[in-house]
């Protein structure tokens, strides 16, 4: 079974700096995907980003990037120019190629983002 | 368009009692999934339908845990004889296409068992 593992459950920043949230993730597949979902205090979860294992190059959605390391089975999620708006827990989440699997996200426990003025 | 939605968005119930939640699909997704999203138990998958297969229930805790869809749109998920550690959020996602794609979610359904 595959485990998803963020080991930060708070990270702070201010306004218009860098933070970078980690996440590891064990599995023996090959082929799988990888998400990074915010959820702001209206409960709502928001797609950030997702990365195709297949696909070497690094995922990026205007100030969000992804470090992706398929060998050592990490996928940090790095927020440039932070804003007060990304305040938010954020999920780590994978999910299966299989045709048994593909439609369960398994997710980490997340990461609190505060971001101070 | 209109995102997925959830009713109701909270719910109280007493122990014993049984609860139905409602999850509306965005219109044209056929993949539809639960989660439930607990303090100690973090988010977790319930069940999920694709089109006119067998649901996959592998994540249900309990056999007091049952969902079903209806037309391939709206799905119901019914907890039975309800226990305090039910207690929790309950999310609704659909996707669009065979091979699920980005899975979209509702604003979620909060319910606490007294």
């Known amino acids: 079974a595959q485990t998803v593992t963020q080991s930060q459950p708070e990270m702070s920043v201010q306004e218009a700096e860098t933070v970078t949230l980690s996440c590891t993730y064990d599995?023996?597949?090959?082929?799988?995907?990888l998400f990074w979902y915010k959820q702001p205090p209206s409960r709502q979860m928001i797609l950030v980003i997702r990365?195709?294992?297949?696909?070497?190059q690094n995922a990026t959605e205007n100030r969000f990037s992804v470090n992706f390391q398929k060998a050592a089975k990490s996928f940090s999620l790095k927020i440039s120019d932070s804003q007060l708006g990304d305040a938010a827990m954020y999920f780590c989440?994978?999910?299966?190629?299989?045709?048994?699997?593909?439609?369960?996200?398994?997710f980490g426990a997340g990461t609190q983002v505060v971001v101070t003025p | 368009g209109a995102g997925v939605s959830q009713s109701p968005s909270n719910k109280v119930t007493e122990k014993g009692k049984d609860v139905e939640l409602r999850c509306d699909p965005i219109?044209?997704?056929?993949?539809l999934y639960w989660y439930r999203q607990s303090l100690g138990q973090g988010l977790e998958f319930l069940i999920y339908?694709?089109?006119?297969?067998?649901?996959?229930k592998s994540g249900l805790p309990s056999d007091r845990f049952s969902a079903e869809r209806t037309g391939g749109s709206v799905s119901t998920l019914t907890i039975q004889r309800t226990q305090q550690e039910d207690s929790a959020v309950y999310l609704c996602?659909?996707?669009?296409?065979?091979?699920?794609?980005?899975?979209?979610f509702g604003p979620g359904t909060r319910l606490t068992v007294t």
């Open positions: 599995t023996s597949e090959s082929d799988y995907y």
């Open positions: 339908f694709q089109g006119n297969s067998a649901p996959d």
């Open positions: 219109s044209g997704h056929t993949a």
């Open positions: 989440a994978y999910r299966s190629s299989r045709g048994d699997s593909w439609g369960k996200l398994q």
């Open positions: 996602a659909s996707s669009f296409g065979a091979t699920g794609g980005e899975q979209y």
């Open positions: 990365q195709e294992a297949y696909k070497q």
